[in-house]
């Protein structure tokens, strides 16, 4: 694999995270809990794989600037924008609601997990727009 490669891989790692955090959350409702949490955890891991995959890529090649003009350039750092401040803010959230959850503590793992939830799969579903948006619209 070539560094140029790991734009498409990252957004393979942020589709598959999303699809791993909307099946565990459609298992948990079902009270499937043990597959929930195997879900759960492959989310955490495929979001772990991407960060590195992230890292490598931009510390060989930098930032790529957006190309478009126009309206699409205020929807592109728009989402940008989003994406990048809750990405941050994703990481401790995620990492506590694994911890809280693996502990048996459900009732402070559910509280957190009412925010974090929506919030990673909305940075793993941009992290997917933005590669299509930076990589495949122009």
Known sequence: ??????PALNAIL????????TT?????????????????LAALLTSALFLV????????????????EGPIRVVYFGILVTHVTLA????????????????ARYDRHVRIARWTLP??????VTGVLIYLMLYQLY
Request: hydrophobic content about 50%.
């Open 88 to 103: 941050a803010v994703i990481l401790p959230l995620a990492l506590t609601t694994a911890a809280r959850g693996l502990a």
């Open 14 to 21: 942020n589709g598959t995270a999303a699809a791993f955090l």
């Open 24 to 40: 565990g959350y459609v298992l948990i409702r079902r009270g499937r809990v043990e597959p929930h949490k195997r879900c759960m």
């Open 119 to 124: 919030l990673w799969i909305y940075v793993s």
């Open 1 to 6: 694999m070539e560094i140029a490669d790991l």
């Open 53 to 68: 995959s992230y890292v490598v890529y931009h510390a060989n090649a930098g930032s790529r600037p957006f190309p478009g």
